[in-house]
């Protein structure tokens, strides 16, 4: 059979860190020196398929690809109407969400090739799915302006062997299909006994080896397998385009297997018309966003899928609340179809970000297809000072080198050490939460008595049979990096705007800055909304009640609660009555302004915000500026009217 070979016709389109020379590239045939030219770095999948432009997931999607590309420089359709056939980035393309219509949008619009210097992984595993092909060789761009067509080989260099067959094949549903007929085999894994870490017990537990059949003795670092996911769950951003692909590719009348570990979340639009009436041209888009809500509703039921649904106003849970809340326990893999899946590694699971293929094709097989990940070790120890949170420890943790240079991309962080043991549930999953953050493909807490008594006094389950599902790493385990943190030296770390990686000790952000007037305090989404979260923002707005202090007058400030069940914590304990005492605007469970879908997103570019969410690449929560922080630093900041730790909000 003759050798496949790609070509590419369209020419090169370079995402260059100068966006006046993109411009110039899309409104003329200017083609930019490649020698010295410096690439648009951490181009977000926010960025290339903003919030909105989620709401379609068909061909629609192709004149929105790249329009919230930093300085507005990519217009409706503009990418679609260069033609490239060529993408060219710098480093750590598609970081953020995992979203799959980003790349899926770049595909629409006519994009066959994306040259980056490094991928995020789920958005390099979302391209191979569909179709997208990428490479780190920037050789292959003089070959592509001379003409010359691509074996298709050349963009399966460094690939595992599944991931090679899924590229060559066109995506992952003709894979799993010729998988599912035994025209494909399964690489089998035979990697002798060692000792292992905690991610790598659990793989080698769930690790298929037949129809039916799971577990293998041992696995290292690079081994390509499908695993076994115990729970998966869809958003409403997802779920409708999960259904479809689903019914495409295996037929009308299929069946979800093992309907009773298959959830969906109505979590992420249920505030999103608050934002898009505000804009005319935007207004529209309401009656496409409930036809989402439609469509998974009517999957969920022809599936006997559990959903958890609109609540009031607002959602019975974000999806990782009530995963980490209802669902998730010790040793289990779970798949979401949201980066943030990674919040449930705070209960000892390996727990991770898929994209719609991933998961529609799981729906079915209850397997995903993955490369054992390199583990990277953080040891904590010392105790954390007062006002310190694990937003802190995050934040600062996210400023090494390792992070910053995109050596963790595909890893797994494993958090362990004594300093684990002052960390509440709620305070490890922030940890777990921002894995994706700092570029990692998760994050697991080894658990413990606090993860035992959670799961015993929340959910009644019993306690032997909790602690017998406990994993603890081997002595001799291998880590591709070992990192240990001294808690007692860390101090409130504030991310300033445009990358969650941009950490400052909040005293070094007042010197070099002066002061950082806001006008939007929020706290709330996955990261920020948990039960321990509201007892911070309570502690600092119940000490500023006691001073005669409220909410800054020039200053919104929003709580928002993750779920139901934080909201009923929160008035039990009388949070509620403190926060509205001060001057806070308490807001239903839903993603919101994290994903610029709610209140306390920003209206326009003017305005600067600090916030408890986990992300704040251009344009994720809004026009604005955004920097993010713990509860404490959000909740005296608002009372501040500026960017403050408590200490000096209410010392003022």
């Not at 710098?90 to 066959?112: D, I, N």
């Not at 002061?515 to 305090?521: C, L, Q, V």
């Not at 001060?582 to 993603?591: H, Q």
Request: glycine content about 10%.
């Amino acid at each position: 059979m003759s050798e496949q070979r790609i070509s590419f016709d369209g020419g090169i389109l370079y995402l260059t860190a100068d966006t006046q020379l993109i411009t110039q590239q899309l409104e003329s045939d200017f083609v930019p020196e490649r020698e010295g030219l410096a690439l648009m770095d951490n181009i977000s999948t926010d960025e290339t398929t903003p919030g909105w432009t989620c709401f379609w997931y068909d061909d629609t999607l192709a004149k929105y690809c790249m329009i919230g590309l930093r300085d507005g420089v990519v217009a409706e359709n503009a990418i679609k109407q260069k033609g490239a056939s060529v993408l060219v980035a710098g480093k750590s393309k598609g970081c953020g969400s995992s979203r799959e219509h980003a790349p899926y949008s770049e595909l629409l619009a006519g994009v066959k090739l994306v040259i980056a210097e490094s991928f995020e992984k789920i958005y390099a595993q979302n391209s191979r799915n569909i179709g997208l092909l990428l490479s780190t060789d920037f050789s292959l761009l003089e070959r592509i302006e001379n003409g010359e067509t691509i074996a298709i080989d050349t963009f399966c260099q460094g690939l595992d062997p599944i991931s090679a067959d899924i590229v060559k094949m066109g995506g992952l549903f003709k894979y799993n299909i010729a998988r599912l007929d035994g025209k494909v085999q399964v690489p089998v894994v035979n990697t002798a006994p060692r000792p292992l870490n905690i991610a790598e017990k659990i793989i080698a537990r769930n690790t298929v080896v037949g129809n039916g059949q799971y577990g293998v003795e041992a696995v290292k670092a690079g081994d390509a397998l499908f695993c076994k996911a115990d729970v998966r769950f869809t958003h409403d951003y997802s779920t409708a385009m999960c259904g479809e692909m689903f019914y495409k590719n295996f037929g009308e009348n299929r069946k979800v297997t093992e309907k009773e570990s298959q959830y969906a979340f109505r979590d992420h639009l249920t505030f999103v018309g608050s934002v898009l009436k505000k804009d005319p041209k935007k207004a529209h888009l309401i009656e496409v966003t409930d036809a989402l809500a439609t469509h998974q509703r009517d999957f969920c039921k022809e599936q006997d899928i559990t959903l958890y649904d609109e609540v009031g106003e607002g959602s019975q849970a974000i999806c990782h609340n009530g995963i980490l809340e209802d669902i998730g326990l010790p040793g289990d893999v779970i798949i979401g179809t949201d980066s943030h899946t990674c919040t449930a590694g705070a209960l000892g699971a390996l727990a991770f970000g898929v994209g719609s293929t991933d998961m529609a094709n799981a729906m079915l097989t209850k397997d995903i297809q993955i490369t054992t990940p390199g583990v990277i070790r953080i040891e904590l120890s010392g105790e954390l000072p007062k006002g310190v949170a694990a937003k802190d420890i995050v934040l600062h943790i996210m400023t090494n080198p390792i992070f910053k240079n995109g050596e963790s991309i595909g890893k797994v962080l494993e958090y362990t050490g004594s300093g684990i043991a002052q960390l509440g549930l709620d305070e490890r999953a922030t940890l777990t939460n921002m894995a994706v953050e700092a570029g990692a493909m998760t994050a697991i807490v080894e658990a413990d008595s606090t993860v035992v008594d959670y799961l015993v006094n929340k959910r009644g389950l019993d306690r032997a049979s909790v602690e017998a599902r406990l994993i603890k790493s081997d002595a001799g385990a291998r880590y591709t990096h070992q990192l240990h943190i001294d808690l007692s030296a860390l101090s409130p770390t504030v991310a300033t705007p445009g990358d969650p990686r941009n950490g400052v000790p909040l005293p070094q952000l007042v010197a070099e800055q002066g002061e950082i007037k806001i006008d939007i305090a929020y706290g709330g989404s996955c990261t920020g909304g948990k039960c321990e979260d509201m007892d911070m923002y309570a502690e600092v707005f119940a000490k500023g009640l006691a001073q005669g202090k409220r909410v800054h007058p020039e200053v919104d400030c929003y709580i928002q609660f993750g779920s139901q069940f934080v909201k009923q914590y929160a008035r039990d304990k009388g949070y509620i009555e403190v926060f509205e005492k001060v001057g806070v605007k308490t807001i239903d469970p839903s993603c919101g302004a994290c994903i610029n879908a709610g209140p306390g997103s920003s209206d326009h570019a003017g305005q600067v915000s600090v916030s408890a969410i986990n992300r704040n690449f251009p344009g994720r929560s809004g026009p604005g500026q955004v920097y993010l922080a713990s509860p404490y630093v959000v909740a005296a900041s608002a009372m501040a009217g500026r960017i403050s730790g408590v200490h000096e909000a209410l010392a003022d």
